[in-house]
């Protein structure tokens, strides 16, 4: 059984940055791509960015594209999503997850999830 943790979230003023991580157990991810979506308030949730066991086959979602940067350190079993000129409307829970497939930007290719972790932007 894989678990996925989120950390690094938190309460950051508007064109701040965060950077979260997700750390996986149970076994390695190294073979895995891993995403990141967020959910905020009253809202489906979303997909922001994947990137390929290989760390290539990276795409984010335009909203934050030049912004946000993903990454991975498969001997440390972890996936970083690097959060730069946040906006009050990236306020969300943000979630990883682990896919067998590379380049999904959909919910259902991934098939572990972690808790997620809250990132609030003010104004």
């Known amino acids: 059984q894989v678990q996925l943790v989120e950390s690094g979230g938190g309460l950051v003023q508007a064109g701040g940055s965060l950077r979260l991580s997700c750390a996986a157990s149970?076994?390695?991810?190294?073979?895995?791509?891993m995403g990141w979506f967020r959910q905020a308030p009253g809202k489906e949730r979303e997909f922001v960015a994947t990137?390929?066991?290989?760390?290539?086959?990276?795409y984010y979602t335009d909203s934050v594209k030049g912004r946000f940067t993903i990454s991975r350190n498969n001997a440390k079993n972890t996936v970083y999503l690097q959060m730069n000129s946040l906006k009050p409307e990236d306020t969300a829970v943000y979630y990883c997850?682990?896919?067998?497939?590379?380049?999904?930007?959909?919910?259902?290719?991934?098939?572990?999830w972690g808790q997620g972790t809250q990132v609030t932007v003010s104004s």
């Open positions: 990137i390929a066991w290989s760390g290539g086959s990276i």
């Open positions: 997850a682990a896919s067998n497939l590379n380049g999904r930007t959909d919910e259902g290719a991934y098939g572990y």
């Open positions: 149970g076994r390695t991810l190294s073979r895995n791509a």
